[in-house]
């Protein structure tokens, strides 16, 4: 991770509504590093979308620090405007313009000649597989094409700063995947700093490389995945599906360690790390994998974190 002034240093940040009797952030402190694929989580109402808006610079802060690049955008949010491209829930104002139209149109206003804003819209078009609508009004594309549009709209003008909320929402499978795969593709090829604002935790888990968890306006948890997930819980899983007619050999399987029978062919064993390879080994001597319908081994996902941080008090060590 580099060393250099992180993109964005939030110290202290409050912001209150209802005449300062809610705070929908309450004091928030973090730092967000050049390159970094970030994923900030939390419930609804947790304060996420209006830390979004002063990330971007369309809210400013009550109090408290928010520096992007090392300029206070809290103060000043010029900044924001020139560096920061933004997918928000908010539809675009500009539905009667063809996915075409504006994407020209955007990349125009980033400081792309008539031009090139033209050949980065195609290309973008093609890449998001958008061919067959580039001349049909945003306004008229079904959910899932319009959110393939706005992430177009998004990418245009390779703006160093994404802030992606809920990017998937409403693709299908093959899609969301794409975006996904897109995204690793930007910060490899590219060095953006993405922002990742999702309840797609199971999914988003294979871009983030640190994660943010708020609830209340508050941070309930701070750092990488694989912290994260030793806070829950350190030891292994390891799920065994006995075939049919083999349940006789779950004796086998509960004398294996701290085994939970799930089902009388579905169990699940835990182990520490470094007792899995013992384990699996008995495995394979006392039962065999011709007696086991599946089998898997995994680690506490990030969404088992979030679901046992979110709505938790804050705790000292977040």
């Avoid at 955008?73 to 908010?90: F, K, N, P, Y």
């Avoid at 049909?136 to 094409?145: E, I, M, Q, T």
């Avoid at 899609?175 to 604002?197: A, F, H, P, Q």
């Avoid at 390891?238 to 029978?261: H, K, P, V």
């Amino acid at each position: 991770m580099s060393t250099a002034t992180p993109v964005y240093e939030v110290r202290d940040l409050v912001k209150t509504y209802k005449a300062g009797k809610v705070r929908a952030n309450d004091g928030l402190s973090f730092d967000i590093q050049q390159g970094e694929i970030f994923g900030l989580l939390g419930p609804n109402g947790a304060g996420k979308s209006t830390l979004v808006g002063q990330l971007t610079g369309l809210l400013r802060p009550d109090s408290g620090t928010l520096r992007l690049y090392g300029h206070d955008i809290g103060r000043d949010s010029r900044l924001a405007t020139e560096v920061v491209a933004a997918l928000t829930q908010t539809p675009l104002p500009l539905g009667d313009l063809t996915v075409r139209e504006v994407l020209r149109v955007t990349g125009h206003l980033r400081g792309l000649t008539r031009r090139d804003a033209r050949a980065e819209g195609e290309r973008l078009i093609g890449l998001l597989g958008l061919g067959d609508q580039r001349d049909k009004r945003l306004g008229k594309l079904s959910g899932g094409l319009w959110r393939l549009a706005t992430i177009a709209v998004a990418l245009i003008g390779e703006r160093p700063v994404l802030v992606l909320d809920e990017p998937t929402n409403e693709l299908d499978p093959v899609n969301r995947r794409m975006i996904w795969d897109l995204l690793l593709r930007l910060k490899v090829e590219s060095g953006r700093t993405i922002i990742l604002v999702t309840h797609n935790v199971l999914e988003a888990e294979r871009v983030i490389e640190r994660v943010g968890i708020i609830d209340h306006g508050r941070v309930v948890a701070w750092g990488t995945p694989g912290e994260l997930k030793a806070r829950i819980d350190s030891r292994v899983h390891l799920e065994l599906t006995l075939a049919d007619g083999q349940e006789g050999f779950g004796s086998a399987i509960a004398s294996l360690g701290q085994a939970t029978r799930v089902t009388d062919r579905h169990w699940v064993v835990l182990a520490g790390r470094d007792g899995m390879p013992a384990v699996m080994s008995r495995v394979l001597q006392d039962i065999g994998l011709d007696r086991l319908d599946d089998f898997r081994v995994s680690t506490p996902s990030l969404e088992d974190v979030y679901l046992h941080l979110a709505g938790e008090p804050l705790r000292e060590d977040a």
